[in-house]
């Protein structure tokens, strides 16, 4: 019972959340209220039994995201009147909302109480699979061709947000935070590599890793370290590209690997090599998705914007 | 021989970020040997029947299933060959057109996502292929620079809003049935509210991806921003992918009752987007604007086609659908191809810079009118053959009067719209001045798929005995 | 009307409220900071009912009782599909900015210099 008590405190939350998040007037709020709306929700999850999504969502929805929001919040010119909606504005579309919703959740009301049957078929596979972790299973053996398309995306990102970028401008570093964040670093890449190890038995995995990974490399790169982290340098380009780039060579080699290879099955780990395989994997992808987040969230090195003369900007 | 399709551009991509210098090299050397490889492909269905493939060696359900059918061999061929053509052609203009070093590893991930696009028949996996070409899209569109940043930044939301409403359409049909794979889930399929609300919120995310009328708004803007080799890419393929998964669950998932509910709407959008669509290019005054509009129009032709396949259940509809996207695609490249020459050579956006360019450049202006032809669809064109497939399998039905008046009200508004251009151009008291002397190849390059369009006539029973047997 | 418990649907009804008000946010707007934002929202709402949906499999007396693995390894490409998307479009964003903030220096800069023309 108490436990039905917890569960509608966090679900009016929740909502309350995401509608305070809408319908705030300024946006700074906005981007506070969604990243509380994040926590909550990694929350939920956590008690939905996910704990490895529940860290993702920490990580993801409620870190990266906000922190995005607050830097392109930076950028944004302060509006000196809010727009106001007018009624009608506001009322046609809550009407045609809340016909979606009904038909939606009328829907919904109607899912079986039973679970797919997948569950089994994936228990049964578990044992070729390399690793013990069942949702690591299927993120990189079962569908690991989605997980290939993911990195791409991710990567795709990259590129777009690189090409579009307006130039960053240099803040200055604040000393206290600039010795912390060089005491912090060592830990964050250990915690990072057992986060990445555990991922093949217990919650955990590439992305979480590489998210915490990156979050380390944000602090450092904030307080004007890691200069040599940009685009234009070719290693770290090919480490950028190495998530992707070590998974097509790595199915290569397996099918090359695989005896009597009459019939060719793309992504197909040998089961004696796929923890080894799987691994490898990971760990690049890790340092891939690291890289390309900071890039994604701190950007370029001020000084690459400086000589193409660009300036200080606005 | 799908994993090289899907493999090679890749590859080839991520050198290209490695090695820059070589990219433009590196993918056309790619896009050749794509092509060479899905002319192998298609021999090889059409011989021996599709292909299936279940990755990594899973059983069927917790693998994610490919399945190369005739249809989409064919599409893979033609994504292979308009990328080798459009890689020529930026290749021969990018100095001029300052098309950035970007342009040349986002076209590699495009031909990927497009060829895992045609290949894919899971559910989940669709959606991944469908934020890929999409975010690809708008990379590629915001190529152009400052004036296209707007555009984009609204095609990314919308077509990220899309992604979503279909991505909460394969929720509830997991949740529902407990796989993914597209033939599994056919097999157990039940028309009930559930799966009903499932494909409609796809329906509803895929319309809005593929531009279909009414929800096309994004797309006259975010085409006619994009450099013209972008343009022709996005309006030749990249709306052909939501299109394409739309026919595979209308076609393979849905259940009778269903089908026969929605076919009056798909075929009443479709007249709508071929009636509108076709007014607005006609009112637009910009060059580009026109060309992207009669995008929207001829889009009405495909789903025009997908809602009278969906009623009536015959096959010529089917031809006609993949027909009209075939000669769709051929047509709109070289209709950008050729437009995109033109106003940067004469030097301005609007339609009347088009005035006396028969005699300026005859060539370009020359492609773009061959091309009009089949969009209006001229015999023997590829536009003229799937309008005969439409009109045939309307006469087969019998009494289908209304439609075939409104077929040919779209065909004199596409008239108008290309003699509009074509007239202007053969004006020939005043021209535009050129700004530099024209080119050659590119415009010979954009006559290509042009003559490709025409040369369809040649093909025509192959052609339609393969699309009519598939379907999908 | 449902064979779901009650702590499901209470979820479930969540899940879709989530999807709701971020509909609502994203045609309403006006800011496009806030509809990306409200996109997020929909997002969550999405995985929040796959992440329910894959729960059923522990309220399940099947044999082996556990979550679906498979829907939470799509989630997890779900949300780094969704975070890259939303990085791109807050890059688009702060493209755009930038360049109306320079048309407005712009104006204003010709907006000092006209009366003295």
């Known amino acids: 019972m108490s436990l039905l008590l917890f569960d509608t405190i966090l679900c009016l939350l929740l909502l309350a959340l995401a509608l305070a998040s809408i319908l705030s007037r300024q946006l700074a709020h906005a981007v506070i209220l969604y990243i509380a709306f994040g926590l909550m929700m990694a929350l939920a999850w956590a008690r939905l039994a996910a704990p490895d999504l529940a860290l993702a969502e920490a990580a993801i929805g409620a870190g990266l995201t906000g922190a995005l929001c607050f830097s392109a919040l930076a950028h944004q010119q302060i509006q000196l009147k809010p727009d106001v909606l007018s009624w009608p504005q506001r009322l046609w579309p809550a009407v045609f909302v809340l016909l979606m919703l009904g038909g939606v959740l009328a829907a919904l009301l109607q899912l079986p109480p039973t679970a797919s049957q997948l569950i089994a078929v994936t228990q049964a596979g578990l044992g070729n699979s390399g690793v013990s972790h069942p949702v690591t299973a299927v993120l990189l053996n079962f569908r690991s061709w989605d997980t290939l398309l993911e990195l791409v995306v991710l990567l795709l990102a990259l590129l777009g947000a690189r090409q579009v970028a307006p130039e960053v401008k240099p803040a200055t570093s604040w000393s206290l935070s600039l010795s912390w964040s060089r005491l912090l670093a060592p830990m964050v890449i250990l915690l990072a590599g057992y986060l990445l190890w555990a991922g093949a038995s217990q919650p955990g995995g590439a992305f979480q890793a590489g998210a915490l990974l990156a979050a380390g490399a944000v602090v450092l790169r904030l307080n004007q370290q890691l200069s040599w982290l940009s685009w234009s340098n070719f290693w770290i380009r090919l480490l950028t590209v190495s998530g992707v780039l070590v998974f097509v060579l790595t199915a290569l080699t397996a099918i090359l690997l695989t005896p009597g290879n009459t019939d060719v099955v793309w992504l197909r780990w040998p089961p004696q090599l796929a923890a080894g395989i799987i691994l490898l994997v990971e760990l690049f992808a890790t340092i891939a998705i690291a890289l390309t987040l900071t890039v994604l969230v701190a950007g370029e090195p001020a000084s690459t914007g400086a000589e193409l003369g660009c300036g200080e900007g606005v | ?472 | 009307m449902t064979d779901l418990s009650p702590q499901l649907l209470l979820y479930i009804v969540t899940a879709g409220g989530l999807f709701g008000i971020g509909l609502y946010g994203f045609i309403v707007g006006p800011q496009t900071l806030r509809r990306i934002l409200a996109l997020n929202i929909i997002g969550a709402g999405i995985f929040m009912l796959m992440v329910v949906l894959a729960y059923r499999g522990l309220a399940d007396d099947a044999s082996l009782p556990s979550t679906d693995p498979v829907l939470h390894a799509l989630i997890l490409t779900g949300l780094v599909v969704a975070v890259s998307a939303t990085a791109f479009a807050l890059a688009l964003l702060a493209r755009l900015n930038q360049a109306k903030a320079a048309q407005c220096s712009q104006d204003q800069l010709r907006h000092k210099q006209g009366p003295g023309q």
């Not at chain 2, 919308?158 to 929720?171: D, E, H």
């Not at chain 2, 993949?322 to 050729?338: D, E, G, S, Y």
């Open chain 2, 1 to 472: 021989m799908m994993v090289v399709l899907l493999v090679l551009p890749l590859l080839s991509a991520l050198f290209m970020l490695l090695w820059p210098r070589i990219a433009p090299l590196l993918a056309l050397l790619t896009a050749s040997v794509c092509s060479l490889v899905a002319l192998q492909l298609l021999l090889l269905v059409s011989q021996q029947g599709s292909q299936q493939v279940l990755l990594a060696g899973w059983p069927s359900g917790l693998a994610i299933s490919l399945e190369a059918n005739s249809l989409s061999s064919l599409l893979i061929l033609l994504t292979a060959l308009l990328q080798l053509l459009v890689g020529l052609y930026a290749f021969a203009t990018h100095r001029r057109d300052k098309l950035g070093a970007g342009f040349w590893p986002l076209s590699g991930m495009l031909q990927l996502g497009l060829t895992a696009l045609w290949l894919s028949r899971d559910l989940f996996n669709l959606y991944v292929c469908l934020e890929l070409l999409g975010i690809v899209a708008v990379a590629l569109v915001s190529l152009s620079g400052d004036k296209a940043i707007k555009p984009a930044l609204n095609y990314l939301l919308l077509s990220l809003f899309g992604s979503l409403c279909y991505l909460l359409g394969v929720a509830i049909l997991y949740g529902a049935y407990g796989v993914l794979d597209i033939t599994v889930l056919a097999s157990q399929w039940q028309a009930d509210l559930l799966s009903s609300t499932a494909l409609l919120l796809m329906t509803l995310g895929l319309m809005l991806k593929a531009a279909l009328w009414p929800l096309h708004g994004w797309l006259p803007a975010a085409h006619a921003a994009a450099p013209a080799p972008v343009s022709a890419l996005l309006s030749a393929l990249v709306v052909k992918g939501p299109l394409f998964i739309l026919c595979l669950l209308w076609l393979q998932l849905a259940g009778a009752t269903q089908v026969a509910a929605v076919a009056p709407w798909f075929a009443g959008c479709g007249l709508a987007a071929l009636l509108l669509g076709g007014v607005s290019a006609l009112r637009t005054p910009f060059a580009k604007n026109m060309v992207a509009y009669s995008t929207v129009a001829q889009l009405g032709y495909a789903m025009l086609a997908l809602g009278l396949l969906l009623r009536f259940n015959q096959p010529l509809f089917a031809a006609a659908l993949w027909l009209f996207v075939l000669a769709h695609a051929l047509a709109k490249a070289t209709c950008f191809l050729a437009v995109g020459e033109i106003t940067a050579t004469l030097g301005g956006k609007r339609i009347s810079t088009l005035k006396g360019a028969s005699q300026t450049m005859p060539l370009a202006m020359f492609a773009f009118a061959v091309a009009g032809g089949s969009l209006i669809g001229l015999p023997p064109s590829g536009g003229f053959l799937a309008k005969w497939a439409l009109l045939q399998g309307l006469w087969l039905q019998g009494g289908q009067l209304f439609w075939l008046l409104v077929i040919v009200l779209a065909t004199l508004l596409s008239a108008a719209y290309v003699f509009r251009a074509v007239v202007l151009a053969f004006n020939r008291a005043d021209p535009v001045a050129p700004d530099f002397a024209p080119r050659i190849l590119p415009q010979w390059l954009a006559l290509l798929p042009a003559l490709a369009v025409w040369a369809m006539a040649l093909y025509s029973e192959p052609l339609l005995q393969l699309l009519k047997q598939e379907g999908l």
